[in-house]
C-alpha cells in the first residue's frame, strides 16, 4: 500500500508540476504570479519531477513550436511522423538538448516570457541530482516494497516527465474525438484524460490555446482548472482574462 500510495503521489505531483508550471505557465502565460511563488513553484517542479526534471525554457520553446506546427514535419513531437512512441521520444529528446545546451536558437517567436533559474536548472541537469534521485527511489522500493511486481514501477519514477509527454503528444494526436477543426490531428482523449489532469483535451486546448480551462462540453472535466481557480480565489496566481 505504501508503495502504491508513493507512485500514485509522485504521478500527480510531476503531472501537476507539467501542466501547472510548464506547460499553462512557462509556455501560454495563462496566469501570473509573484516572483516568491515562482520559484517556489519552481522548487515544486524540481523536487516532483525529480530524476526526470524539464527545464522550463526549453520545454517552453518546444511546446510553442509545437503549437504553430501541429502535426506538420516542423512539429517537434507529431507521432504522425514517427514509427512508434519511442522514436518520437527520442526525437523529442534531441531536439531538447539542443535547446537547453543553446547549440541552436529558436525563431524570435518562440523566445522570452518563460520563467528561468540557473542554478535550479544547473542542480536538475545535473547527473549528481538525476542519479541521486534514482537511488532515493530505489531505496524506498528496498524498503517498503512488499511484492516481487512493485519494482515493475521503478523505470517509471525514473522518466516520469517524459513518460506524460509521450502519452500526451502521441495518444493526444491519435485516439478519441475532436470538438473542433483544428487543421492537425488533434483529438480529446475521454475518459483516459482524468489521469493526465487535463492533458489529454488536446483538441479543446488547440482550438483555445490561452484558455485555463481545457474542458469545453458540459460532460468534460479538466482537474487542473479548479486548483487554478483556488490559487487564483488565494491570490497567489492572477489567471489572464480570455
Not at 541530482?129 to 522500493?141: A, D, E, N, P, S
Not at 487543421?183 to 482523449?189: E, I, L, W
Not at 489532469?197 to 486546448?205: A, P, T, V
Not at 472535466?221 to 481557480?229: A, E, I, N, R, S
Request: charged fraction near 15%.
Amino acid at each position: 500500500m505504501i508503495i502504491l500510495i508513493f507512485f500514485l503521489a509522485h504521478w500527480f505531483l510531476s503531472l501537476f508540476s507539467q501542466t501547472f508550471f510548464l506547460h499553462r505557465y512557462s509556455s501560454h502565460k495563462m496566469f501570473k504570479m509573484e516572483p516568491f511563488w515562482e520559484k517556489f513553484f519552481y522548487l515544486v517542479l524540481l523536487i516532483s519531477q525529480g530524476s526526470s526534471f524539464l527545464n522550463p525554457r526549453a520545454y517552453a520553446i518546444l511546446h510553442r513550436m509545437h503549437h504553430a506546427y501541429s502535426d506538420t514535419e516542423k512539429d517537434p513531437h507529431s507521432p504522425h511522423f514517427f514509427k512508434d512512441v519511442f522514436g518520437m521520444m527520442i526525437a523529442t529528446k534531441n531536439m531538447y538538448l539542443n535547446y537547453l545546451h543553446y547549440k541552436i536558437e529558436p525563431e524570435p517567436a518562440f523566445r522570452g516570457n518563460y520563467p528561468e533559474w540557473p542554478l535550479v536548472d544547473r542542480i536538475g541537469d545535473s547527473w549528481f541530482w538525476r542519479i541521486g534521485c534514482g537511488l532515493f527511489y530505489i531505496g524506498f522500493y528496498v524498503v517498503y516494497a512488499t511484492h516481487w511486481w512493485m519494482f515493475l514501477l521503478l523505470p517509471i519514477h525514473f522518466l516520469m516527465g517524459p513518460l506524460h509527454g509521450a502519452i500526451v503528444n502521441w495518444c493526444g494526436h491519435k485516439y478519441g474525438y475532436s470538438n473542433h477543426d483544428n487543421d492537425d490531428h488533434s483529438k480529446n482523449s475521454l475518459p483516459w484524460d482524468f489521469l493526465l489532469m487535463g492533458e489529454l483535451f488536446q483538441n479543446n486546448h488547440h482550438k483555445k490555446p490561452n484558455s485555463p480551462n481545457f474542458a469545453t462540453r458540459w460532460f468534460e472535466f479538466d482537474p487542473t482548472y479548479p486548483v487554478m481557480k483556488v490559487l487564483h480565489w488565494m491570490r497567489i496566481i492572477r489567471i489572464r482574462k480570455i
